[in-house]
């Protein structure tokens, strides 16, 4: 950072730049002490909040801070549902979807997801080494989420791909971005078009077919918005907490045992996991009349990015905040967002994680990474590990 200030560090702030986004606490914390709502120059210009309170308030006050512009930074080709709504209409929309989402459904799952991560792990457990992130992580969560939507698991790495260019590409290649949704779209479009003719299954596709807004049935254009978002949450962002709790672990083998022994709780561990991550590193709020905040004078239309990432750093809410204290209570984190659009899949997120991790550690226990690993990042709202290598004792496939 040399000796810039916040305001020149925040003036160049590109989330989705590789360069600052794979080590950016650094700088968050500068932009915290010394500049904590500031404007971005790219992207057109934006503004950037960074302390936990700041950022807490854009995402509740959905009548001063509008996701109706969208979410995002560039901007999607498309408009999403819900999470490009604001209430009351985003409210009856979570209402419908909510229902898919409750602890109580989502635990309805757990043989399911064991059953997929023990079968993924069958696939180079005789082999002693691994990419955790290519062959356990990335592939599982499609095996997971396409059938809970009602998706083609036949095209599961396709639309597994189209995400990621859809998440990742829009500052370097936009084109690209809008074939891959014309292409989910197809997909998609054909798969609700098919469902129209069947019977009722249920899945949240099915009961999107069965539902109504104000006495309207939902068109298959808003269908397929409302899927879209959910594989975006769904294969992307809880990605990211599996491996960088993962990575975590394999350099803390003594908080691995606390875990393995019980002396940790791992919901509480799982909660601190994902507030250290923070997959969502930021998302994007439309400010709709003039606003002070923090000292910064915003007009009406201006885009402000509020950083998840570096809300859940703030030293003020969470002592020793760059530290990963996996007994720490409370965590009032705002990893799943807050307000309106919190995060519609963070039970079946919690699920899955705590599976996959316990699974792990009772499979490839003494799994370790290279002294010399250094972690790089796909970058965007969203920031996951591109790979993590590990080494671990040969073991046997489920049932031998």
Known sequence: MGKQTGQQLVEKFDHTSPEQMNQPYAMYQAFRSQCPVGRSAQHGGFHVA???????????????????SGVAI??????????DLDPPLQAKFRRILNRKFTIESVATKQAE???????????????GKADLAAQLVRPLLPTIVLPLLGAPIESQQQISEWIELMTRG???????????????????????????????????????LDSQIDGKPFTDEDIYRTLLIILFGGLDTTSAVMLESLLYLARHPETRQRLVSGE???????????????PIQGLRRTVTGDV???????????????????ANRDESVFPQADQCLLDRAPNPHIAFGAGAHVCLGRNLARLEIEILLKTVL???GDYRVADDFEPEYLVG???????????????LKTGQ
């Open 362 to 364: 009772a499979r490839l």
């Open 170 to 208: 829009r500052a370097s290649d936009i084109e690209g971005v809008a074939r891959a949704g014309e292409a989910i779209a197809g997909v998609l479009m054909t798969q609700i078009a098919k469902r129209r003719t069947m019977p009722p299954i249920d899945d949240v596709l099915g009961m999107l």
């Open 74 to 83: 560039p901007d999607h080709p498309y408009r999403m549902f819900p999470i």
């Open 381 to 395: 709202e969203a920031r996951g590990m591109k790979q993590l290598l590990v080494d671990f004792t040969p073991g």
């Open 113 to 127: 997801i064991q059953g997929a991560i023990d079968h993924l792990i069958d696939g180079f457990i005789a082999t």
């Open 264 to 278: 940790l709780s791992w919901p509480t561990a799982i909660e601190e996991f994902i507030r250290y991550t923070s």
């Open 50 to 68: 960074s302390r936990y309170e700041t950022v807490k308030k854009i995402f509740e006050d959905y009548s001063s801070f509008s996701s109706t």
């Open 292 to 310: 002070e905040l923090e000292g910064a004078s915003l007009k009406s239309g201006d885009r402000i990015l509020g950083l998840h990432g570096s």
